[in-house]
């Protein structure tokens, strides 16, 4: 019988599938599809101190095996998230929930978290310093070690939860970030967010996004977040929660073998809304097909021997 | 809203650009006219989003334009062909404020989605009048699909070619109408907001990522909110309409 059990900071998941920030809202649109509780963990929509609607639209441009999205944090900000979005995903989802944080300064970062901490309903933090699509805060905090720190000690001084910093690939460096993270107290590392990118509309000459640049995302990058999560695990002792590219059973093996504890699963969700529902299903005959009886095991496997 | 794969039956052009694709499967999610569904196109990441034109308990009529290379690799499928196709997306037109005269204004490919509208109108009883505009006459379609269905229909292309002479918002003066309902580009929406003389519908359009509420991507910010064309919308009435896209 095959074992999908993962744990991520004492919380303990199901099976290590966890949909996305920001590609899964509130986990109910969903949950009128299918019964979400089958998933690992979920991951609602990025949640900032004040409300935001985000960038212009255009949004999303189209990119061979993937996609550009600049969305910019849309959200109701955190206390209409607490008041109104986390009690209907609690309706529909028995699961940990991860609480994903942005800002726009350390302050915004505590005082987001401070609340959120309070939540029972809430089991991890994850908190973006990696957004690629707002000015001024996002990505900024996320590609400097110090600035990562310096979020990373904020929160953790205000909660007793387990907070994992979501990192940003768009940098020289990943591993002196996530050693800088893990230095300042954090209890595991989310990697990665989208890889910058941009397309270019042929008839009008003009950016597709509005915003002209955005955040890549889907099967194509799977190659670039396999090969972060492989440096990272070797540089850190906390665990790591795997993202980027991930569509298949397969991908979630792959991607533990590197040294993920958990996957998140993001891009897909779009194309496909039952994506996370055929994975968990998928896991136990691929986890068959390869001979693992328990997936704790292989997490970082492909760095032995 | 719904998965399904759904079985071409036609496919066939009805201008140079217009595809009218028949298919059957399961349209059960499908409540209103106006909604939209969201197909996978085989080579193509993002799903296509394409206004439902008709359906029938399992039968689908899509009428749709070829603007890129998902749209035509969609006009090559034929007959048999399988489609994996989301149904029942968005908030579609309301009919219930239509009153005894409703008007119906669609442009280009704005036109397909007041098709199921203007028939399900005809059947409460409603007394129609459609308002078709193109650019040239090789442009025109359904315009004796509509006259079938028992609507008064008035065609307009800006270049005089065939019909009035001019846009949909020239047609309007002097009507006498209840409501109105509308779809085509966003000039031409903003011109019959301007133009129109009582309350109305519009359907929008906008780059989606999902299609289904999940990804923010297609927000608009209207007097009521921040809405998801592909959720709250893609029809928003004139009232709550914001003229503004920038974030």
Partial sequence: MADTRVTLGGVELKNPVIPASGTFGYGYEFARLYDINCLGALSFKGTTWEPRFGNPTPRIAECTAGLINSVGLQNPGVEKVIAEELPKLQACFGGPIIANISGFSIEQYADTAALLDKEEGVAILEINVSCPNVSHGGMSFGTQPDMAARVTAAVKEVTKKPVYIKLTPNVADIVAIAKACEEAGADGISMINTLLGMRVDLRTRRPVVANKMGGFSGPAILPVALRMVWQVYEAVRIPIIGMGGVSRAEDVIEMMLCGAAAVQVGAANLVDPFACQKIVADLPTVMEKYGIENLKDIIGGAHHG | ?247
């Fill in chain 2, 1 to 247: 809203m719904k998965q399904g794969i759904f079985t071409v039956c036609s496919n066939r052009p009805l201008t140079r650009e217009v595809y009218e694709m028949t298919l059957r499967g399961d349209t059960s999610a499908i409540t209103a006219p106006g909604q939209f569904v969201n197909i996978k196109v085989e080579g193509f990441f993002l799903r296509r989003p394409i206004s439902v034109c008709d359906c029938g308990p399992d039968s689908l009529t899509l009428v749709y334009k070829v603007v890129g290379n998902g749209t035509e690799a969609l006009s090559k499928r034929v007959p048999g062909d399988g489609l994996d196709l989301l149904t029942g997306l968005g908030n579609g037109y309301d009919l219930s404020s239509a009153g005894e005269r409703p008007l119906l204004l669609g442009g280009g490919v704005g036109v397909p989605p007041l098709y199921r509208l203007c028939k399900d109108l005809i059947a409460q009883g409603r007394e129609l009048t459609v308002i078709l505009g193109f650019n040239t006459v090789g442009e025109i379609f359904y315009e004796h699909e509509f006259k079938a269905l028992g609507a008064k229909v008035i065609v307009t292309t800006a270049d005089g070619s065939y019909g009035q002479k001019g846009f949909v918002t020239d047609a309007m003066e002097g009507l006498n109408y209840t409501y109105f309902y509308c779809c085509g580009p966003e000039p031409m929406l903003k011109a019959v907001y301007k133009a129109s003389a009582t309350s109305g519908q519009f359907s929008f359009e906008e780059r989606m990522g999902c299609g289904f509420g999940a990804c923010m991507g297609c927000s608009c910010k209207t007097v009521t909110g921040y809405k998801r064309i592909c959720k709250e919308g893609p029809v928003l009435r004139k009232e709550e309409i914001l003229w503004q896209t920038q974030g």
